[in-house]
């Protein structure tokens, strides 16, 4: 993973991979099983072609499981480093909150720009307002919670940023598909 990200010229570092269990990706299983296949063949060609693979995975693995995996490069918008910046501040912050807000004003003059800019750049950089970003954020820190704890949905909500349970499980199931209930059962 080091290498790959490191050869896309962002540092090691800035990437956050999110944890999943038991996610389902058939293009990275069968990326993955031709590895395997490859790995067991003994010759140089077979080699060649599994390290290629494995940057396969690891390609696939930053761009569904990152905080990078949004990122637009060259499409206008923000700088790449000041992107970067900016999504590693709102992901501290959102891993780290209690109080259910996310300074934005603090996090545009952080990476150098008036809200206003940082809003519309970021925008463009990512297809999505700031706030949408912080809220699937959320969402995906809640769906951590309730798959790894048996704390309540309602004490989820407050931890991950929500004022109440309702509009965290509106939230939640506009961007997840089910409610935090339903979500907690399915696993």
Do not use: W
Request: aromatic share 8%.
């Amino acid at each position: 993973m080091r290498k790959v990200v490191e050869e896309f010229e962002f540092s090691y570092k800035d990437i956050v991979l999110t944890p999943q269990i038991g996610f389902r990706s058939k293009h990275i299983r069968h990326i993955a099983m031709s590895l395997l296949h490859e790995l067991k063949e003994a010759n140089v060609v077979g080699r060649l072609y599994a390290d290629s693979l494995a940057v396969g995975i690891a390609m696939q693995l930053v761009r569904r499981y990152s905080s990078l995996k949004d990122i637009q490069i060259g499409h206008g918008g923000m700088a790449p480093h000041s992107l970067r910046k900016a999504v590693g501040l709102i992901d501290n912050h959102v891993a780290g909150e209690e109080d259910g807000r996310v300074p934005l004003r603090v996090i545009a003059r952080q990476v150098g720009m008036s809200f206003f800019h940082f809003s519309r750049q970021f925008k463009q950089s990512m297809g999505m307002t700031p706030t949408n970003f912080i809220a699937e954020r959320r969402i995906e820190r809640a769906k951590r919670l309730l798959q790894e704890t048996e704390v309540p949905i309602s004490e989820i909500a407050l931890r991950v940023g929500f004022s109440s349970q309702s509009h965290f499980t509106s939230c939640f199931r506009r961007l997840a598909g089910v409610t935090p209930r339903s979500f907690r059962k399915g696993m």
